[in-house]
């Protein structure tokens, strides 16, 4: 089973700028569909962004334009750059791969993805 493991989540002022990244501990190719979560204390786990399996993104509305995805496939790495961080976006940032096809707002129903990785914790201050 292709284990995830997140990193490069911390403490940062608003405003500021953190790059989250993804490692698979084998090959995922891009069959995958791949995507970032976040959950903060005391709310549902929400998507944040994802790349499917023909290359299409999709956001939340909370971070488009602030937020981008990206995906390294030949180091099986997934990317997220979060620029204009806000006290909202505070919540411990889980990446997941889904293997097989995903269509419509799949970043809305976390239920989808099966391969999830341990999170890291991304800290917003005034």
């Known amino acids: 089973q292709v284990q995830l493991v997140e990193s490069g989540g911390g403490s940062v002022q608003a405003g500021g700028s953190l790059r989250l990244s993804c490692a698979a501990s084998?090959?995922?190719?891009?069959?995958?569909?791949m995507g970032w979560f976040r959950q903060a204390p005391g709310k549902e786990r929400e998507g944040v962004a994802g790349?499917?399996?023909?290359?299409?993104?999709d956001y939340a509305d909370s971070v488009k334009g602030r937020f981008t995805i990206s995906r390294a496939y030949g180091q099986s790495t997934l990317y997220l750059q979060m620029n204009s961080l806000k006290l909202d976006d505070t919540a411990m940032y889980y990446c997941?791969?889904?293997?097989?096809?995903?269509?419509?707002?799949?970043?809305?129903?976390?239920?989808?993805?099966?391969?999830w990785g341990q999170g890291t914790q991304v800290t917003v201050s005034s």
């Open positions: 997941a791969a889904r293997r097989g096809p995903c269509r419509g707002a799949y970043i809305q129903y976390p239920v989808l993805f099966r391969i």
């Open positions: 084998e090959y995922i190719n891009s069959d995958y569909c």
């Open positions: 790349i499917n399996d023909v290359g299409n993104l």
